[in-house]
């Protein structure tokens, strides 16, 4: 908590917070929103806002939250905190109330559910964070494409894009350090150079990393504007009815399942998914996705929210799968883009896995049996 005894200063204080309340909401009216809203962060007041015309225009852009009484204010912010804290997993939660660095009022806790009262004071004590040291290692690379700006690697399956936790080795990352040495962009620090954008552990195909920051920022700003052209190939269950279409729907984290996502129309950020199809084996349809965003998890979310969920994909479809598959049927073939330097476009592809390919086979023979 931050006392000022002082004028003047708290448009300047903001910089510092995660969350603003405004005051003067449940009175004549709410004090300066903008003040806290050019720093980015949520902004939340009472319900008389309505002569205070930038107050209704962050409403309108979702930077911005009304409540009513207290029962709202306190699920909006259960809300913000659980999405800023979603990497803290119950069973990590659960490991430090057993550890006893959770308390209740000065007592320490011994077990979880306790059922909170107004006024309650928690207190949480986290363990000093490991450092994760990335190491480089010498792990073969299939690269489609290098020059001094940016390499292009056809990811395999399994195998994940930078470390985490539970992957601290095995990854691009890992492998980049050591092809490239020190040449990757700083942007996103020590854990993740060079990387741009990712996909998914069990999704094969073309990826992008940038060697220095400058084209670090020129990718970046391509994928924020939606111009890199980016196609998949997926197998979905079911037999789709139209030939080709569009899913517009917004994706946001499943408020019931932490580690999925799903369509959400109040909370989620717009998603465009394009698909066309390839070739009809009955049960499985064989298709092509073109995004125009690229939400997590997106064409998996999108897929499964029309009733075609990819093969393989345990998490938004069948818990069964009737093949031996490693994770979803998911391939990045294209990647399309301005070259930082050049200015050209520059379009690689990624062949099919040798899976992918065996899959088809066994789906034509079944279809035509």
């Known amino acids: 908590m931050l006392i000022i005894d002082c ?11 995660e969350i603003a309340y405004i005051g003067g909401g449940f009175g004549v009216g709410i004090h300066n929103t903008l003040e806290a809203a050019v720093y980015g962060i949520p902004v939340i007041f009472g319900p008389k806002y309505q002569k205070f015309m930038e107050a209704v225009q962050l409403l309108e852009a979702k930077g911005a939250y009304s409540i009513k009484d207290y029962d709202e204010l306190k699920t909006l912010l259960d809300r913000f905190l659980a999405d800023q804290y979603e990497e803290y997993t119950r069973s990590f939660l659960q490991k430090l109330i057993d550890q006893g660095n959770v308390s209740i009022n000065g007592i320490s806790v011994k077990k979880s559910g306790i059922k909170l009262k107004e006024n309650d004071e928690v207190s949480v004590t986290l363990p000093e964070p490991q450092p994760l040291e990335v190491v480089a290692e010498d792990i ?26 539970g992957h601290t080795s095995g990854t691009i990352v890992n492998a980049l350090l050591y092809h490239c040495k020190d040449s990757l962009s700083g942007i996103n620090g020590v854990i993740r150079p060079g990387i741009v954008h990712r996909i998914d552990m069990d999704t094969t195909g073309v990826i992008i990393a940038c060697k220095n920051d400058a084209s ?58 394009h698909y066309k199809v390839l070739e009809r084996f009955g049960r499985f349809t064989w298709i092509e996705c073109r995004l125009e965003t690229g939400r997590t998890h997106q064409i998996r979310v999108h897929m499964a ?9 345990a998490l938004y479809g069948p818990a069964k799968c009737p093949y031996q ?13 301005i070259h930082p330097s050049t200015g050209e476009y520059m379009e690689f592809q990624a062949p099919l896995p040798d899976y992918f390919e065996d899959l088809l086979k066994k789906l034509r023979q079944s279809s035509a049996g």
């Open 305 to 313: 929210s029309i009733g075609h969920p990819l093969l393989g994909d």
């Open 140 to 165: 073969p690379l299939d690269i489609l494409y290098e020059d001094d700006d940016v390499i292009l690697i056809n990811k395999p399956k399994g195998m994940v894009v930078h470390p985490a936790a």
């Open 7 to 17: 004028f003047g200063l708290l448009s300047s204080i903001y910089r510092y917070g």
């Open 216 to 273: 670090h920022n020129c990718i970046a700003a391509q994928l924020k504007e939606h111009s890199i052209t980016r196609r998949y190939y997926a197998i979905v269950h079911g037999n789709l009815k139209e030939d080709e279409g569009v899913i517009d729907a917004p994706i946001g984290r499943d408020p019931n399942n932490r580690k999925r996502m799903a369509i959400n129309h109040k909370n989620g950020k717009n998603a465009v998914t």
């Open 325 to 337: 598959l490693q994770g979803q049927t998911l391939h990045a073939y294209v990647l399309g883009f």
